[in-house]
T-cell receptor, first 106, second 117 residues
Framework: GENVEQHPPPLPVQEGDSAVIKCTYSDSASNYFPWYKQELGKRPQLIIDIRSNVGEKKDQRIAVTLNKTAKHFSLHITETQPEDSAVYFCANDMRFGAGTRLTVKP | GAVVSQHPSRVICKSGTSVKIECRSLDFQATTMFWYRQFPKQSLMLMATSNEGSKATYEQGVEKDKFLINHASLTLSTLTVTSAHPEDSSFYIC?????????????FGQGTRLTVV
């Protein structure tokens, strides 16, 4: 299958700071790029996604940017809050990145 | 959004027995479903793609005779772990895309925590 690489693995941040998680993919034909949030013991939930016809999409404190030339897309969370603490996964063609454990310290 | 229901949520079985996990799309039809396994603190690893009315497509390294997949209707896919061993203990989770093809939002079942003793 196609590769999806995600980093950083753990991402500790201070409450109120911004967090950025990046994924690179290999399938140049991909046109859909989602980000999922998974809390402990629960199913992944889609938080934002982007299609290849746009470069950026925002939803309140969350944004996703896409660089098709470089084949990477990033999740941006601003004004982080403790409830943002979870594991975040990018996905491409139904394959998931390794995950980033975001810990927001009060 | 669409709802995917997975059953059972937890199961404990003895080594050598088989366990069946069901994944249902409740309010939409899913010609394709995906099965993953997730070890503690790790990512979701795609095991196979379940196709309604045809054979499943397995990822490299996944034994198709051990992980039997059946997708007999547009709303139900099953994963059977045959001759289970303790190393099969894991969190198994299914998903179904909103639209055929997989390149849309995927909705996940609740997951099944399998413990083989």
């Amino acid at each position: 299958g196609e590769n999806v690489e995600q980093h950083p693995p753990p991402l500790p941040v201070q409450e109120g700071d911004s967090a950025v998680i990046k994924c690179t993919y290999s399938d140049s034909a991909s046109n859909y790029f989602p980000w999922y949030k998974q809390e402990l013991g629960k199913r992944p939930q889609l938080i934002i996604d982007i299609r290849s016809n746009v470069g950026e999409k925002k939803d309140q404190r969350i944004a996703v940017t896409l660089n098709k030339t470089a084949k990477h897309f990033s999740l941006h969370i601003t004004e982080t809050q403790p409830e943002d603490s979870a594991v975040y996964f990018c996905a491409n063609d139904m394959r998931f990145g390794a995950g980033t454990r975001l810990t927001v310290k009060p | 959004g669409a709802v995917v229901s997975q059953h059972p949520s937890r199961v404990i079985c003895k080594s050598g027995t088989s366990v069946k996990i069901e994944c249902r799309s409740l309010d939409f039809q899913a010609t394709t479903m995906f099965w993953y396994r997730q070890f503690p603190k790790q990512s979701l690893m795609l095991m196979a793609t379940s196709n309604e009315g045809s054979k499943a497509t397995y990822e490299q390294g996944v034994e198709k005779d051990k992980f039997l997949i059946n997708h007999a209707s547009l709303t139900l896919s099953t994963l059977t772990v045959t001759s289970a061993h303790p190393e099969d203990s894991s969190f198994y989770i299914c998903s179904a895309p909103e639209l055929p093809g997989g390149r849309t939002e995927a909705f996940f079942g609740q997951g099944t925590r399998l413990t083989v003793v």
